[in-house]
């Protein structure tokens, strides 16, 4: 009799344990990232039995996570390649935003103005009034150039403020793995359920996974591990290395920029592995800051070296418009109360194409006289526009890229290339975020809590918690039948 109180009280168990599941996985069924659990129930260990052998109930071996790991990696997978795709993007639209002005007062108009003015100033050299509009519009020239280099300077600060801030996440991150690694090795040694925490796990891993991209795996001692692809082991069991954000000198730095950000492994900050990170946030910052960004940093440095240079060497070559003394030879003589009146610069000399878009600025002798805008190649030509028609040439001329594109064809080039570069990421930004919503939804599907399944788990539960108890109370009712023959 005792045997079928045993059977019955071991079916009142295993139903309970199953309801209690069941009433679990309804009440997170909107919880974001939980795979609902099943009770794993099996028959209790037989018994014989006068000769007989003999059940002995059911009995409850465990509560298991309902798991897909081919589309946990999947998922994880994607959401690295949409986040590098995002991120490229949105630092991509905020380098276009310093261009957005190119149809009203961009560098392209305030450089045909440039050229414009000294045309103007060619048909009348001596008209006072067009020299200080040449100045003015030289002015803009300089301001646009200082503006976009500065934008420029800007966009890359702004990306190492990220990486240093993303950096906190991380290691918060990867800490907090590790800590779950712990729990979960405690709870299973003491044969405790862990879904939940793997559940955690499950959802740090893919947080992890928006900054690079990773790989999990279980070692040789069966300790959970969380690699950077090509970086390394991050994480593994309660273990962890974080990550260090350090500023670097300007030779040190990927964007030859003093104060630029680099990524180091805590403790070891002698090798930089700012370049080894694979898709994700990081990747995307990185690359938009050492390529992108620094490849608009330099042509515009570039066109600002070779416009100041080329401007110059022609400016030199002419007279000021001043009443130059000549000597018996007819050679100009030069007086100290005239100032200079030849080999005049018109921007200030310009050494280095480092940085060259922030230092172009009119020179001193153009800041101070107009009288020292040239426009004759000869000494005391009022009527010589030879030096200012050849410096409004320069617009058409052939400068950059060895002589077979124009100063202007770089530039829009260079923008053009960069909402190219925009345009392709958005568009692989919408295919992967398109990746990432049919692999969770086919993982929501397997993992997924589904109410008219759990529903109907609840009744069939309910109906054996029910029968169960009956058998138990039937036991009793045969127990008392014994003992009522006996009196």
Known sequence: MSGLLSIAKSGLDSSKKAIQTTGHNIANANTDGYSRQRVDQTTGTPIRNSGLIMGTGSRVRGVNRVEENTLEKRLEGAISENEYFKERLLQLEQTQEIFNEIENDGLNKVLNNFFNSFRQLSSQPENETLRSIVRDNAKLVCNDFNRIKESLNAISHGIDNKISAEVV?????????????????????????????????????????????????????????????????????????????????????????????????????????????????????????????????????????????????????????????????????????????????????????????????????????????????????????????????????????????????????SIGKVGLSAGKARLESEQSYGLIAQTKALKERITGVSLDEEAANLIKYQHAYAASAKVMKTAEEMFQTLLGIKR
Request: charged share 25%; no cysteine.
């Open 169 to 413: 996440d991380i290691n918060l991150t990867i800490e907090h793995l590790a800590n779950i690694n712990k729990k979960i090795a405690i709870l299973e040694s003491n044969n405790e359920e862990v879904g939940d925490l793997r559940d955690q796990r499950d959802e740090g891993v893919r947080k992890l996974s928006e900054n690079f991209k990773i790989h999990t795996f279980f070692d040789n001692r069966g300790n959970f591990a969380i690699n950077a692809d090509g970086v390394g082991t991050l994480v593994s069991a309660g273990q962890f290395i974080k990550l260090q954000a350090n500023k670097q000198s300007k030779s040190k730095s990927g964007n030859n920029m003093a104060g630029s950000v680099e990524l180091f492994l805590e403790g070891r900050p002698s090798t930089a592995i700012s370049k080894k990170f694979h898709q994700g946030k990081i990747n995307a910052l990185f690359k938009v800051r050492n390529a992108d960004v620094k490849e608009f940093q330099d042509k515009i440095d570039l066109i600002a070296y070779t416009f100041a240079k080329s401007v110059n060497a022609i400016h030199k070559k002419g007279y000021a418009n001043k009443n130059i003394h000549m000597d018996i030879n007819n050679n100009p003589i030069e007086k100290s109360d005239q100032g200079p009146i030849s080999n005049i610069n018109f921007f200030k000399e310009v050494n280095s194409i480092d940085d060259a878009a922030n230092n172009i600025t009119l020179s001193r002798e153009i800041k101070s006289d107009l009288r020292n805008i040239v426009t004759a190649l000869g000494p005391n030509g009022p009527g010589d526009n030879r030096v200012s028609l050849a410096i409004s040439k320069l617009q058409h001329e052939k400068l950059m890229n060895n002589r077979t594109a124009t100063i202007e064809e770089i530039f829009l080039q």
